[in-house]
């Protein structure tokens, strides 16, 4: 038999095997359980404090690409 030939009955089989086969997409996990309302896990505004900027730093970057 040839080589293109075994590939091809190969596929052939293989896509019927997976056809057939029962569909059970992720049936192993269970639904996520709701988030709590806790009111201090409230997301906070993303603001920087000036102790933030004291420790902030300049890095230099580099380019690539010329000019």
């Known amino acids: 038999m040839e080589r293109r030939a075994f590939l091809k009955l ?3 089989g293989a896509g ?3 056809a ?3 569909a059970e997409a992720l ?3 269970m639904p996520l359980a709701e988030p ?3 009111p ?3 997301p906070q505004p993303g603001v920087a404090t ?3 900027m004291e420790r902030a730093q300049v890095d230099k970057a580099w380019s690539l690409a010329s000019r």
């Open 20 to 22: 057939g086969a029962p």
């Open 10 to 12: 190969l596929c052939i």
């Open 40 to 42: 201090d896990l409230a």
């Open 50 to 52: 000036s102790k933030d």
């Open 36 to 38: 709590s309302h806790d």
């Open 27 to 29: 049936t192993s996990f």
């Open 16 to 18: 019927a095997v997976a």
